[in-house]
């Protein structure tokens, strides 16, 4: 079993950035691909960032090329996601998702494992 703690969230002016952290405990972390997903009020949760258990393999949601990048450290059992260019429809519940699967993808089915979420608001 795997629990996710996200941490890194906060108020943001539009054009900042953002490091979120997803902290995990567990001796199997090495074995799960991580995910992102984030929640705008009223909207459904959509999967935006992936990353294979060994860092090997990354998704990212065509809208976010370029701004967000996602790392792990399995040393440290950490999946970072950093946000750049950050813009108010950016605003939502960000949570990060441990799954099972070889190849990790966007699918909130495919994954067995979710933290509690952080909040990134950005707005001026």
């Known amino acids: 079993q795997v629990q996710l703690v996200e941490s890194g969230g906060g108020l943001v002016q539009p054009g900042g950035s953002l490091r979120l952290s997803c902290a995990a405990s567990?001796?199997?972390?090495?074995?799960?691909?991580i995910g992102w997903f984030r929640q705008a009020p009223g909207k459904e949760r959509e999967g935006i960032s992936c990353i294979n258990f060994s860092g090997s393999s990354t998704y990212y949601v065509d809208s976010l090329k370029g701004r967000f990048t996602i790392s792990r450290d399995n040393a440290e059992n950490t999946v970072y996601l950093q946000m750049n260019s950050l813009k108010p429809e950016d605003t939502a519940v960000y949570y990060c998702?441990?799954?099972?699967?070889?190849?990790?993808?966007?699918?909130?089915?495919?994954?067995?494992?979710w933290g509690q979420g952080t909040q990134v608001t950005v707005s001026s």
């Open positions: 998702a441990a799954s099972s699967k070889v190849v990790c993808g966007p699918w909130t089915d495919e994954y067995d494992y």
């Open positions: 567990g001796s199997t972390f090495y074995y799960y691909g």
